[in-house]
């Protein structure tokens, strides 16, 4: 993994220093931590959840069998269906009257998955959360633009306690209403923003269209997670503000974000495994791979009361690195996760992700990063479009331009992935904005 060793944190004097202590732990600390929190947990959820015995018993696995962290493995999965299965509240280990807060993701088919946190869950949320936006460098004085959307969905509160915790000011401004986001950021002299980052571009995109120069506020940190993306969209939304763009992951079935963030190095991100425990697995055999190894990221939660997850699978692809990163942390980090085992499609016969498509299109000189990927089958034959929006100047201007853009950016996407694509540049705004996680493919195969 890239090692930046230049990396000087800024701002240490006024960081938050007595909490971030975890990311700091002499590792032979850290891994006696989370082996007393495993056994503690798995004998939690052992007592108190049904899914989580029947399966223990059904191995002839006792709690107490797990005596080293690599034991860890004799543990079977637990998947998102096991969640589905035992909605709203079969995989709770508190009573509903130590319960305080539900969040609720949801899928692509049918009933949402429901999570719940107790008032213990809930501290520990805002402390990962509070690591996570010092990690990227904020703390108290700075003033946070929380556009990440308040409700079920677990980025608002999530980004919130953990700003508040830190000291730092939020403004919960939630996601949408782009143009009164544009003013806040302006007038209320914001240094951070919270979004997911295809809103970010979406940002930018309006704040030039109302005259507002992104170059000259005081904004210098993004907070951006909840969706796939690539080093390129990074470079793109560095180079048209004054931020640094930073990379944070979660998941509502294990908290939320505050997962693992990255540091002020950029070089992956930092995961919080005091709380949450990786391991990286082959994700057809289900084998634990070495450190380094790309596969399937599978998490366990160390101290959720209300929830526990043991080795829950997250879909989620990417690597462990045990590297010590320059800016001290002791505790790992994951490579920036590009791709989900479940969002890939195949093409003729290739294996398809959608970054590949966002990294093709960012490599053209002269693309914006609103794009949209259309799947159709005619005569049996899977056909993929990628649609690109072009600048409004691009648009206006001669049809040859247009068509060498389009031959450009089909060489591109045919040098990643290995496969020739329609490529069609639309008209500018054609694309549908989120104020949340982009909808990168359409795939009206199966409509
Ligand atoms: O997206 C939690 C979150 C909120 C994370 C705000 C970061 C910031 P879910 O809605 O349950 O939770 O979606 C979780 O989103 O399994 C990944 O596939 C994807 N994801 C989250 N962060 C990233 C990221 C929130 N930084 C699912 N890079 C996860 C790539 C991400 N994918």
Redesign the pocket.
């Known amino acids: 993994m890239e090692q930046t060793q230049t990396c000087q944190p800024s701002g240490s004097a006024t960081r938050f220093n007595p909490e971030s202590a975890p990311d700091y732990v002499p590792l032979k600390q850290l891994r006696a931590l989370q082996l007393h929190r495993l056994q503690a947990i798995v004998g939690r959820a052992y007592e108190r959840v049904e899914l989580y015995r029947k399966r223990l018993d059904a191995l002839g696995l006792k709690p107490q069998d797990l005596r080293k962290l690599a034991d860890i493995a004799k543990l079977p999965f637990t998947v998102k269906t096991d969640l589905r299965d035992t909605y709203p509240y079969g995989m709770f280990a508190s009573p509903l009257e130590e319960i305080v807060r539900l969040h609720a993701?949801s899928g692509t088919t049918g009933k949402p998955i429901v999570v719940a946190y107790t008032k213990v869950d809930l501290d520990v949320w805002s402390s990962v959360m509070m690591r996570t936006l010092s990690a990227c460098g904020l703390h108290r004085g700075d003033i946070i633009q929380n556009a990440?959307g308040y409700g079920l969905?677990?980025?608002g509160l999530?980004?919130h306690y953990g700003a508040e915790a830190l000291g730092a000011t939020v403004i919960p401004i939630s996601g949408g209403n782009t143009d009164r986001q544009i003013m806040v950021l302006k007038d209320f002299g914001v240094t951070a923003i919270c979004c997911t980052p295809s809103y970010f571009v979406h940002l930018v995109e309006k704040a030039l269209e109302m005259g507002v120069n992104m170059k000259t506020l005081p904004l210098r940190a993004g907070i951006?997670?909840?969706?796939?993306?690539t080093e390129a969209m990074r470079r793109y939304v560095q180079e048209h503000t004054n931020i640094k763009a930073y990379?944070?992951?979660?998941?509502?079935?294990i908290i939320?974000?505050g997962v693992a963030s990255e540091c002020e190095c950029q070089a992956g991100?930092h995961i919080f495994e005091d709380h949450f425990y990786p391991e990286i697995i082959d994700p057809q055999s289900g084998a634990v791979l070495p450190d380094g190894q790309e596969g399937e990221l599978v998490l366990t939660t160390l101290s959720k009361q209300a929830m526990p997850m043991l080795r829950y699978r997250?879909?989620?692809i990417t690597s462990l690195d045990t590297e010590a990163c320059a800016c001290g942390r002791t505790i790992r980090r994951i490579k920036?996760?590009?791709r989900?085992s479940d969002d890939m499609f195949i093409i003729r016969g290739v294996n398809v992700f959608p970054s590949q498509v966002e990294t093709a299109l960012m490599n053209v000189e002269g693309t914006v990063p609103h794009y949209q990927i259309v799947l159709t089958r005619e005569q049996g034959l899977d056909k993929m479009e990628v649609r690109v929006e072009v600048t409004p100047e691009l648009f206006s201007d001669k049809v040859g331009a247009m068509e060498t853009l389009a031959k450009k950016i089909g060489h591109s996407i045919f040098n990643i992935t290995g496969i020739h694509v329609q490529v069609t540049l639309v008209e500018p705004r054609s694309i549908p904005r989120s104020e949340g996680?982009a909808k990168r493919v359409l795939d009206q195969r199966k409509m």
């Open positions: 993701s990440y969905f677990t980025g999530g980004a951006f997670g909840a969706e796939p993306w990379d944070i992951y979660g998941l509502s079935e939320g974000p991100l997250t879909r989620d920036r996760i590009a989900r996680k």
